[in-house]
């Protein structure tokens, strides 16, 4: 086929799944040769890939289509796309059926409170944010990393900001609504001062100009996005509100201006149901912003975890450089007290590193030459030089936070229930409204039209699906986000609905459970020692070392109000223990192999029994 030269060509692989010999080869083959535009189609059996060259007019879309025509699915990896203006589960199961109709999509799952869309399938990116933008709602693709972008924070910081200024400003004009409209019908003494001094035309004027600041300025996103879903005829929460608020205004407007078009005793302004209405609605909002907000901390500290530079060893000189510029095999420097950049094997130096964030374990762990450390995890007292095994989205912790990310954009199984009925909510919501009005119309005592718009209007507005939509998608957030704070990670969000049943949990190991740090708990002694003594002379010389148990002692008797003694002759015996003199005695503190070594039995307590436990090392005082 001749390639037409305005067009130049592109080379798309398409994976197919479930071609199993040379028929299906060929099959498919021939679909993908016979559209025109395409210049060849080679499909390889064993990688289950069709790699396809084509031109214009044959796009990626067709190609997929082409390809599931001829019953094979096309797969691919997961497309994320963050969706913009969703306020409801009724938001959420448009963009999905607009998403799952787009030629080569596996599936399409959308998370209210994240704002994302997870797609699988092979199809072209630009259709699926066309699909999405083409039922109202802006869509851009996001890269699948660790932790939320920066303009995706400032985005939705921004959205707060905006919410927070629209509902004060709502609030300061609803007020003054709500007071002369509604406290002339509770006090009559507000009804005999209003009358008396500017009248009820007067008092409805005021509310009129008030009430259209309302709409028109805090409350114009409300019909920004609500009518047009509504001219669509695909309503959702916006469009109630919409309607109800416009409702209430058009008959308010007609109330006012040309009360002779109305019935004899309808004659009222609803003015301050329109302003109020728009009020809570921008509240709720707000607090749905900041409950997103909240649930997404736990990302942030997950992101917090990481280093943001890293001294690396580059031609001959050690300079400071961004993490995203590293690569594999760089020489890195790591100071006491620093965070490690990235996953790599330690070739110079020794440290105690501490893991606590990768293994639950309060006590750091020595490190020392071929050793592996886990980036994020933090250097105590020792420097040493590492090689970069891992960087960017390959280490451990960018591994951990994408998990937490996928478990909290993940829907649990109930989820599936909510969106099949939130699918026909908002439709049905309204059509009961209008079924309302005629029928306080055709049935209700006079004045039927005013009974009947005031329960059509409440109807649209309370019965608002947000809650719905974002109680368990929140529910996910906070509870993924949560346990990532406190240490525990979901691989999946049905793990939480899952946990609801489990009655017994069962731990590996009792050094899953601990305080964080260690602390000194016993001290046994064998006869003819006093505790007080023996303690500040293993403290006075601990307080030299640099090992976590050695703090713990310290701290032990530094909260005993005890008196160190002067230490002299420290000496470090590496991967046994110390020895020091303190207050003119010898002290040699060390492991079980220590005391082994100089002779001291630690399988006896004073001649009285089996050593205890759990004892972190054994002294010797003399």
């Known amino acids: 086929m001749n390639m037409p030269a305005n067009f130049p060509a592109e080379t798309a692989l398409l994976p197919i799944e479930g071609i199993t010999c040379a028929s299906c080869v060929g099959r498919v083959e021939r679909a993908l040769t016979r559209l025109p535009g395409v210049i060849s189609a080679s499909v390889n059996l064993a990688t289950e890939r069709a790699e396809v060259r084509f031109t214009a007019p044959a796009t990626r879309r067709d190609l997929v289509r082409a390809v599931e025509e001829t019953g094979y699915p096309v797969s691919g990896p997961a497309v994320e796309l963050a969706i913009e203006g969703m306020t409801c589960a009724s938001c959420v199961g448009r963009v999905e059926r607009a998403l799952a109709a787009v030629p080569g999509v596996t599936s399409a799952a959308v998370n209210l409170a994240t704002e994302r869309a997870t797609v699988t399938g092979a199809a072209d990116i630009a259709a699926l944010i066309e699909a999405a933008e083409g039922v109202g709602y802006p869509a851009r693709t996001v890269q699948r990393t660790s932790g939320a972008t920066d303009a995706d924070a400032a985005r939705k910081e921004a959205e707060r900001a905006a919410l927070q200024r629209d509902l004060a400003l709502a609030t300061a004009?609803?007020?003054?609504?709500?007071?002369?409209?509604?406290?002339?019908?509770?006090?009559?003494?507000?009804?005999?001062?209003?009358?008396?001094?500017?009248?009820?035309?007067?008092?409805?004027?005021?509310?009129?100009?008030?009430?259209?600041?309302?709409?028109?300025?805090?409350?114009?996103?409300?019909?920004?996005?609500?009518?047009?879903?509504?001219?669509?005829?695909?309503?959702?929460?916006?469009s109630l509100v919409a309607v109800g608020t416009l409702a209430a205004y058009a008959f308010s407007l007609v109330a006012t201006f040309a009360p002779g078009l109305l019935p004899v005793g309808t004659v009222n302004v609803y003015y301050e149901a329109a302003a109020v209405i728009v009020t809570l609605i921008l509240a709720g909002r707000l607090l749905e912003a900041r409950a997103k907000g909240r649930t997404s901390e736990a990302i942030k500290r997950l992101v917090g975890l990481q280093a943001k530079v890293a001294r690396v060893r580059r031609a001959g000189e050690t300079v400071e450089i961004d993490l995203t510029e590293m690569v594999r095999g760089d020489i890195v420097e790591v100071r006491p007290g620093e965070r490690v950049p990235v996953d790599g094997e330690v070739v110079d130096g020794t440290s105690w590193i501490d893991e606590s964030m990768i293994t639950g374990e309060s006590i750091p762990v020595q490190k020392a030459t071929g050793s592996q450390v886990t980036g994020g995890t933090v250097n105590q007292t020792g420097a040493f030089t590492l090689r970069a095994t891992a960087v960017g989205g390959d280490t451990m912790l960018a591994q951990i936070i994408r998990m937490v990310e996928e478990a909290q954009g993940s829907k649990l199984p109930i989820q599936g229930l909510v969106d099949r009925i939130t699918m026909w909510f908002v439709p049905t919501v309204m059509a009961v409204a209008a079924l309302t009005v005629a029928v306080w119309l055709l049935f209700g005592p006079e004045p039927a039209l005013t009974f009947g718009l005031v329960t059509g209007v409440a109807v649209l507005i309370i019965a608002c699906p947000c809650a719905m939509g974002l109680a368990t998608p929140t529910s996910i957030m906070v509870g993924t986000g949560r346990g990532a704070e406190m240490g525990v990670l979901f691989r999946r969000g049905d793990a939480l609905q899952a946990l609801q049943d489990a009655r017994v949990v069962a731990l590996d190991k009792t050094g899953t459970l601990t305080e964080g740090k260690p602390r000194l708990t016993d001290l046994e002694l064998a006869p003819g020692f006093d505790r007080a003594e023996v303690l500040a002379l293993v403290a006075a010389v601990e307080a030299k070392s640099e090992h976590p148990i050695a703090r713990a002692i310290v701290e032990a008797a530094v909260s005993e109000g005890l008196t160190l003694p002067e230490v002299s002759g420290f000496d470090n015996v590496t991967g046994f223990g110390v020895t020091a003199t303190a207050g003119g005695r010898r002290v040699e503190i060390g492991a079980d192999r220590f005391m082994a070594q100089l002779g001291q039995d630690v399988g006896v307590r004073g001649g009285r029994g089996p050593h205890p436990p759990g004892v972190g090392c054994g002294a010797l005082c003399r």
């Open 173 to 238: 004009l609803t007020v003054p609504v709500f007071a002369l409209e509604m406290g002339s019908h509770l006090v009559p003494a507000i009804h005999m001062l209003i009358t008396s001094t500017i009248g009820m035309q007067a008092s409805w004027l005021v509310q009129f100009v008030l009430t259209t600041l309302v709409l028109a300025v805090p409350g114009r996103r409300f019909y920004l996005k609500g009518l047009p879903m509504l001219a669509r005829r695909t309503p959702d929460m916006n």
